[in-house]
């Protein structure tokens, strides 16, 4: 029987914000996108705030262990750092914590459907 592959893709880390936004918040939740741990494409988890911004244009996730509030996953997905180099996933720290497959379709279908409109 064969060992099951190690995705990446839904897994939540832990970085600082000034890897990828001016700003310097520790501890801050990410997911990523992709399974390239030489280049991979994440995404913020930010607090749900009923009404604001990141309520209209994210996408609400269920509640994890490692994400105890209701959160919204960022539409905008980052792909280099502040310097212009490929994040990896070495330089994050790892949780325990993976976004289930209906959280991960919801987020993948609304990066498709950005896509088409920018084509």
Not at 41 to 47: A, E, N, S
Request: net charge positive.
């Amino acid at each position: 029987m064969s060992r099951r592959k190690r995705y990446i893709k839904g897994r939540v880390y832990l970085i600082n914000d000034c890897l990828i936004v001016k700003h310097n918040k520790a501890n801050s939740r990410v997911v990523a996108v992709n399974n390239d741990k030489n280049n991979v494409h994440i995404r913020r988890i930010t607090k749900y705030q009923n009404g604001g911004l990141n309520a209209r244009k994210g996408i609400v996730i269920e509640i994890y262990s490692d994400i105890p509030v209701l959160s919204v996953v960022e539409s905008k997905t980052f792909r280099k750092t502040l310097k212009g180099k490929n994040i990896e996933e070495k330089r994050m720290r790892k949780t325990k914590t993976r976004l289930n497959k209906w959280d991960m379709n919801k987020i993948i279908k609304k990066m498709r459907v950005a896509n088409q409109s920018l084509s």
